[in-house]
């Protein structure tokens, strides 16, 4: 279906793929036999010996660090060693060489102070590479968590403003329809090169992987559609 539908890959997400690894792996098996990209979404509670089985055929890895506080991890996620997410997120960049992105769900007086933002972006900085995406996104009161209010635009747009302070080049705001910042900007020259709205790319100015503007490279695979 994927190459009828000319997709350019196959992402394994919304449900949590770690639960059907099997089957992802088959599939991905599948999908780089016909040169397809993969990428797998996840919360990155996985071990390494799990990561390793899966990731000869993964291109991407995109984990979500919720929160860079045991305490947060433990109450809300019920996790009590977050390390081994972070553990298992280098592995996939620093082993296998995958291409990998961060999210984190900034919930208000859960996870979003300064201090602790600022230690998320620098592991991402000095363990990732500046150049991996961080991807900030708002938080919608649900279920257990519905007495909280949604996350204000000025603290997504601080936090923002923090993982650039700390040398990060690609850092988004998500889940706010039409928000400058969900376009990618040259981390040189500030030139808009990617235009977007939700999950459609409205227009693209990457030019044989850099800016044309500066000549910046830009680490992104695909193109306009």
């Not at 600022?118 to 991996?132: C, F, M, V």
Request: include cysteine; charge should be negative; glycine fraction near 8%.
């Amino acid at each position: 279906m994927a190459k009828e539908q000319n997709c350019q890959g196959i992402s394994f997400t919304y449900n949590e793929p770690t639960l059907w690894l099997e089957y992802c792996l088959d599939t991905a098996i599948k999908a780089k036999e016909v040169g397809l990209h993969t990428s797998f979404v996840t919360n990155g509670f996985l071990t390494p010996e799990a990561l390793d089985l899966i990731a000869p055929y993964l291109d991407a890895y995109r984990v979500d660090v919720k929160s860079f506080s045991a305490t947060f991890y433990r109450k809300v996620a019920e996790v009590n060693d977050f390390q081994g997410i972070l553990e298992v997120a280098e592995r996939a960049k620093l082993k296998w060489g995958m291409h990998l992105e961060v999210v984190t769900n900034l919930v208000p007086e859960l996870n979003d102070s300064s201090e602790e933002l600022r230690e998320l972006a620098r592991w991402i900085r000095d363990k990732l590479g500046p150049g991996t995406p961080w991807h900030i996104t708002k938080f919608f009161p649900h279920l257990e968590l519905s007495a909280i209010p949604p996350t204000p635009i000025q603290a997504l747009e601080r936090a923002r403003e923090i993982g650039i302070e700390e040398g990060l080049w690609f850092v988004y705001i998500g889940n706010v329809s039409g928000h400058p910042f969900e376009n990618t900007y040259c981390p040189s020259c500030g030139e808009l090169l990617i235009e977007r709205r939700n999950t459609r790319i409205l227009s693209y100015r990457v030019e044989k992987g850099g800016c044309p503007h500066c000549g910046q490279r830009i680490p992104i695979v695909g193109g306009s559609r």
